[in-house]
């Protein structure tokens, strides 16, 4: 009574569609049917081995009952763990929450990357971004204003400190963001939101900075979550 998924791609010279189709109507339901375009029979080339690991992923998170492991102590959110997925270049796999979340890090490919997910940067703009939105949402629903849609733009570039409000003699990164709110707000409320954007947590720790530890483990190999707690402990 296994659930079962059936990927095959029209082109496969070596398995034709005939046995693929044999598979799945003798089969019984839950079943699914998935085609693989134009891929060739071992998945050789890395976008169809990514598509079909994604609709493997997506998949099987109906059938199977999956636990979020206890986060280490003190990391409320849990870990964020970065992997290499590609040694050649520099794409990254994001893992969060207990592998819940899945996002990919790359480069352009003017730098050497293969552009298959927004860059660090990128990423810190979109974490600025999404904070600023979220903190602006819990703030005009608190209120109950009609706040019908956020949304911002957030751009990052490095500009020598003596171009600053603190003049200095280093390169500081400068984020801009721009925000649009849709609705029927007056003007004091807008103004009052606007100073609510720079309170949002991401943006205070991009103020004031942060301590950055690091540990340097023999293990090839991340700890898994566990261990991690352990450790923590």
Not at 4 to 12: F, G, I
Not at 24 to 44: C, E, G, N, Q, R
Not at 146 to 153: F, K, P
Request: proline fraction near 7%; glycine fraction near 6%.
């Amino acid at each position: 009574k296994p659930a079962l998924l059936v990927l095959h791609a029209p082109r496969d010279e070596t398995v034709g569609i005939d046995n693929a189709t044999r598979i799945f109507l003798a089969a019984k339901h839950p079943k699914s049917f998935v085609t693989l375009d134009d891929a060739d029979h071992l998945i050789t080339r890395e976008p169809d081995a990514d598509y079909a690991a994604d609709v493997i992923a997506a998949w099987a998170t109906r059938y199977l009952d999956l636990h979020r492991p206890a986060p280490p102590i003190g990391a409320p959110e849990g870990v964020t763990r970065v992997t290499e997925a590609n040694c050649d270049g520099f794409a990254q796999d994001i893992s969060a929450s207990g592998g819940k979340h899945h996002l990919i890090a790359d480069e352009p490919m003017a730098y050497g990357g293969t552009d298959r997910g927004p860059s660090p940067y990128q990423l810190m703009a979109a974490s600025l971004g999404a904070c600023t939105s979220m903190t602006l949402r819990m703030y005009a629903r608190r209120k109950k204003w009609q706040l019908e849609g956020i949304s911002v733009d957030v751009t990052h570039d490095r500009m020598h400190a003596q171009d600053a409000p603190s003049p200095g003699t280093e390169r500081i990164d400068r984020f801009r963001r721009d925000i649009w709110l849709d609705g029927p707000l007056d003007a004091a409320q807008r103004a009052r939101l606007l100073e609510i954007a720079d309170r949002c947590p991401v943006h205070r720790t991009l103020e004031t900075g942060a301590q950055v530890e690091t540990i340097l483990h023999d293990q090839a190999v991340p700890l898994d979550d566990e261990n991690l707690q352990r450790a923590a402990i």
